[in-house]
């Protein structure tokens, strides 16, 4: 098989890399901005299955159990630690929320708790404050280093031999007779049989001159760090309506993200929305609201009408691969989407159904709007 070329140095196009390379097949991995330059290098980092779309739980119980053996494969600690997963309820209402989420997931296989009161949350989690009524409580669910994560997949890729160039944009895909035929960048002309576009939000402009649509709208969130705190937190913390989430990572920083906005893109939160957070955070983890904020930042999501990624190989582009759109909820299933798209780049069966995921279904105009969520 000849050249394949991937566009974007996030976590899915570095996972993509390692899997294709590790195949044996010429791989080039391209980012302009250089590994984890985008949502992977600026994410709350949550490897959760709790939360998820029907049609995304398989492919995220897939992930966590490949995110078990990366220290392994990759040969590198990416401080992947399975504590788990709360989401909490302040409110009354949020509680009705909660309990029916917990039905709805166990009904789909995955197991996990609901916590009723306030004793059992904080069993489970001792710093958490009296505000917090109720719980649901998934013991598989974890977190990770995101930058540590993407570079370890794609210097992995490396040492199996594919090409990965940081600081090199792609212009345009090339295609001849329905085939892709090269990626056009900007550093010359690059021949591939087969391209993978992971670009983020900017796969909708790649996308465009090839006839193919794919609507994004870009979130907004807020991340703020602090400096490193005694041992705290193990499990992910997320709440019922999804505006704000935290981890503690493994060097003791705590790390919290608000639910997103559309107003605007900017690469800085302002005061009041870090001063915002800060509070709704500590309202649950009381710590929070006594840490020293160390850096701020935002990061964008790329977010499609029904809050589900695509992954596709579109059937109008013959060697086109397609893995975009993953709504704020992307890190976690970084492991999987890496080996989905080898194995549509290579004309394999893909290893999970992934009907729901097909570019075409914004073509098609029968799509149910959907929020991302950032529960970790
Ligand atoms: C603040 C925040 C919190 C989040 N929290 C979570 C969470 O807790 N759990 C979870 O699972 N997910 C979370 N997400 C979502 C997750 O981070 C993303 O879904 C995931 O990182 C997307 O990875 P990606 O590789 O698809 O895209 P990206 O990481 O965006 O990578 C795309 C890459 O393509 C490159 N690129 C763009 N255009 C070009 C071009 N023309 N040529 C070459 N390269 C190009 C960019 O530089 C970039 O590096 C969060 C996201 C944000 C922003």
Redesign the pocket.
Known sequence: MGAIVI?????????AADALARDGHAVTL???????????????????QSGRHPAELPLASAAVALWGGLHERLGVDVHYRRGGNLRLARTPEEVGIIRAIVDGQRARGLDLDFLSDNRAVREVAPALSENVLAAGYCATDG?AD?VRT?HAFADSARRHGAIVSEG????SIEVTAARVTGVV??AGRIPAERVIL??????P??LRPLGLDLPLSI?V???VQSEPLPATLDQ?LGVANADC?V?QEVGGRLRF?NG?STDGTRPEPSATEVRDLVARVAHVLPIAGHANVSRT??????LTPDAL?VIDAPASVGGLVV????????????PI?GLLCADLAIGRTPRHDLAAFRLARFQAGSIATGR?E???
């Open positions: 566009i974007g140095g996030g976590i899915t196009g570095s996972a391209l980012d302009k901005g250089g590994i984890a330059a985008m949502a992977s290098g600026r994410t709350l980092g949550g490897v959760r977190h995101p993407t090199v944009g792609a212009l960048t900007t992971a670009a983020g939000i900017e796969s402009a790649l979130e969130v807020a991340v992910v989430a981890r993200t997103g930042w935002t990061g964008l999501v790329d990624p893995a975009a759109g993953f709504s704020g909820h992307g890190f976690c299933l970084g989407s991302p950032l529960h970790g």
